[in-house]
């Protein structure tokens, strides 16, 4: 994910309900967390794929909006080159 994700204040102003909260803030700190990663520590990718879809089995968010962004940390990560 390439967007410089908004301040907390900023995040406020683009809307209140979770799903908002989790397209502007919750998807965006997984892509931070898994780009800062050294690779051997790429597996905290599993982690952060775990926390996100508890969103989707919680019923906030649909599958197919967090597959596509963990998608999206994968490739641009080389995870998907290299582990298929």
């Known amino acids: 994910m390439t967007a410089t994700p908004p301040t907390a204040e900023e995040?406020?102003?683009?809307?209140?309900?979770?799903?908002?909260?989790?397209?502007?803030i919750v998807i965006?700190?997984?892509?931070?967390?898994?780009?800062?990663?050294?690779?051997?520590?790429k597996k905290v990718f599993g982690l952060q794929a775990e926390e996100l879809m508890a969103y989707v089995h919680?019923?906030?968010?649909?599958?197919?909006?967090?597959?596509?962004?963990?998608?999206?940390i994968a490739e641009s990560n080389g995870l998907v080159q290299i582990h298929g």
């Open 58 to 72: 919680r019923g906030v968010v649909d599958q197919q909006r967090i597959v596509d962004a963990l998608q999206e």
């Open 11 to 24: 995040a406020l102003h683009y809307g209140d309900t979770e799903l908002d909260r989790i397209t502007i």
């Open 28 to 41: 965006p700190s997984p892509a931070r967390t898994v780009d800062g990663a050294t690779p051997e520590n």
